[in-house]
Nanobody, 121 residues
Framework: QVQLVESGGGLVQPGGSLRLSCAASGRGISINHMGWYRQAPGKDRELVALISSGGNENYSDSVKGRFTIARDNAKNTVYLQMNNLKPEDTAVYYC???????????????WGKGTLVTVAS
């Protein structure tokens, strides 16, 4: 069983910063990519950023230059540093991890429960 625990959401003023964290746990897991998605009210869930097991990063155009994704493989944790936040960044942010776990070691996507980020003055 793979569990994801997210933290770091909250209320911030425009131009401010927040850092999200997501720790994955589970016996014998082997993690491939890790990432963040978000879903604003009335909108579909969208990709924010992904980081591969080798450290390659991908960002949506809307956050390039403002957000940075990083991972600590020793801790099975992915981070999202969000700077210069805008009201349109307001959404529930979901951690996503693709990994293999026992007993079958088939590759699956796992999702966190989400953490709310609100950008408002």
């Amino acid at each position: 069983q793979v569990q994801l625990v997210e933290s770091g959401g909250g209320l911030v003023q425009p131009g401010g910063s927040l850092r999200l964290s997501c720790a994955a746990s589970g016996r014998g897991i082997s993690i491939n990519h890790m990432g963040w998605y978000r879903q604003a009210p009335g909108k579909d869930r969208e990709l924010v950023a992904l980081i591969s097991s080798g450290g390659n990063e991908n960002y949506s155009d809307s956050v390039k230059g403002r957000f940075t994704i990083a991972r600590d493989n020793a801790k099975n944790t992915v981070y999202l540093q969000m700077n210069n936040l805008k009201p349109e960044d307001t959404a529930v942010y979901y951690c996503n991890v693709r990994c293999m776990s026992p007993p079958y070691y088939d590759e699956r996507d796992y999702w966190g429960k989400g953490t709310l980020v609100t950008v408002a003055s």
